[in-house]
């Protein structure tokens, strides 16, 4: 069985609707809980690294000295290794950091649904083929990507940050918005207080309601880019053969996907 290496920020956080797409494709998670003193095994037998959000800040090693070793680990995993990479929200901003970025707080931040468009680059990129241009998407973040790492491609942008996407190649992706983001993932909310407190601290009272209100009737659609996303990525990497799952899914391969 193959093995994704999950880097955890905080106590619940999961890879949401990704884990449903690693139980199809026989990949078993390995969650690494950093911010409770677990360090990062060797990265030898793993076939994907996913990276997840949290609460801490990309540049707060002083707080958080275990940042140092998570960014190193992805360097090592996506620039010396080459290696399959999905990073969301602080994995996103982790992975541009550690490739030479720069990660800074927002300028107006995002809490909730919000639009992001491909750029002319992300339009034809392997790993957003499929996509149309625009896109809502669930966002939850106080800090982002300034500029984009050296010979990192940006896919996407919003009209308040215009780092949404990157891909290093065609092995790596990080995005600012949680393409991880299920019904599951909002459920759990509520048995948590931080996220309703974080809510209405940014969108006012009944926040969370009003939030479920929103993102649940765009929930389908959210699925399907975050699966066209992952599908993409694990054809390109090799990690599913492309004419077996092109004739299971029903869906173009990736080399189809590009021609059209």
């Not at 690494?32 to 609460?55: H, K, N, Q």
């Not at 339009?123 to 499929?130: D, E, M, V, Y």
């Not at 996509?131 to 973040?141: E, I």
Request: overall charge negative; glycine content about 8%.
């Amino acid at each position: 069985m193959k093995q994704a290496l999950v880097l955890q920020h905080m106590v619940g956080d999961h890879p949401g609707r990704f884990l449903d797409f690693f139980a199809e494709d026989g990949i078993l998670p390995h969650v690494v809980r950093l911010w409770d003193g677990e360090a990062i095994p060797s990265l030898a037998p793993y076939d994907l690294m996913f990276v997840l959000g949290g609460t801490q800040d990309a540049w707060q090693e002083a707080d958080h000295p275990w940042l140092v070793a998570e960014k190193q680990a992805i360097r090592e995993w996506v620039q010396d290794r080459a290696r399959p990479y999905i990073g969301v929200c602080l994995g996103h901003q982790l992975l541009c950091d550690a490739l030479g970025g720069e990660v800074a707080p927002s300028g107006t931040p995002e809490v909730g649904v919000f639009d992001i468009a491909l750029t002319d680059t992300g339009r034809h990129h392997p790993l957003l083929a499929g996509l149309a241009p625009r896109q809502p998407v669930m966002q939850f973040h106080l800090a982002e990507v300034k500029r984009a790492p050296p010979g990192a491609a940006v896919l996407a942008a919003s009209e308040r940050a215009a780092v949404q996407s990157v891909a290093i190649g065609a092995h790596a992706i990080g995005t600012q918005f949680h393409c991880e983001c299920s019904p599951q993932t909002l459920a759990g909310w509520a048995s948590a207080p931080a996220p309703i407190a974080f809510l209405e601290r940014h969108l006012g009272p009944d926040a969370y309601r009003r939030l479920l209100a929103t993102s649940y009737p765009l929930m389908p659609q959210m699925h399907a880019m975050a699966r066209r996303i992952y599908d993409n990525l694990v054809v390109a990497c090799g990690l599913r053969a492309t004419a077996a799952w092109s004739r299971a899914s029903g869906f173009p391969s990736q080399t189809e996907a590009c021609a059209t």
